[in-house]
Structure formats: C-alpha cells, structure tokens
C-alpha cells in the first residue's frame, strides 16, 4: 500500500505544513503527473482546497522532473534545473533523475496550494496538532 509524505506550500502566507497521506487517498494520486490539480480531500483537507502537484522525490532521494515522461529513473545529462546546480555557467553533468508521473516508488510530494479553502491552512494544521498531543 502506498504512502506519501506532502509538503503544502501555501504561496499567500509564505509557510509550508507537513502532512502523511496513506491508504485509499495515497492510491488514488498513483497515476498522476507533476502539473496536476488534485482535489483538497486526497489529503485530508476540505473539499473547497485544490491543490497542484509540483514535485517530488522518490525512495533514494532522486527528484522527479516536469519534463520527463514516465515514472523511472533515468540518468540525463543537465546543465541546470531540477537535479542539478551546475557552479559555472556552461557546465554539464550526468545526474539520475526520475520522471513526472507518480509511483508507488515516490516517498515525498511538494504541492501548492491553488485555491484556498475558507479556513486557513494555519488554523487547519494548527488545531490538528494540538488535537494530537493531548
């Protein structure tokens, strides 16, 4: 069964929460590619949320990148973006890479948010963890 963890970033406060997505909600975003607009209930959050995939890493750390088709690794020669930062300008590596579809291989997930709900992410998270610790 899989199990992501997601990043959410919400882009008008400027903060990001952590978030487990596990069972029938993880199964459901197997399939879907980096650019996607997911409906708030995949991760637990209302349904007025939607919220657009953005990336990812996979079970070793490689990164998932927007321009690669599929879900396997693949070992590219880069000269910037996602996988590598190159320190001069003109400088070229071979990086392993993994493609913009989600698998059951992908561990963590970075999404945004693109329409906010009417309760904010702060409130919503912050009442889930205070909720937790008692």
Known sequence: MAEFRVVISDPKSGKAFSTVVKGANANKLI???IGDTVVGTVFDLPPD????????SDKDGF???PDLPGNTRRR?????????????????????????????DIVQLNVKVVK?????LTEYFGSK??????
């Open 76 to 104: 590219l020669l880069l000269s910037g973006g996602y996988g590598y930062r190159p320190k001069e300008k003109g400088i070229r590596r071979r990086k392993t890479v993994r493609g913009r579809v989600i698998s059951s």
């Open 116 to 120: 906010a709900g009417k309760v904010p």
């Open 49 to 56: 949320y939607e919220l657009q995939i953005t990336g990812g």
């Open 63 to 65: 990164p998932m990148r």
């Open 129 to 134: 963890k205070e909720s937790e610790g008692e």
């Open 31 to 33: 399939g879907k590619e």
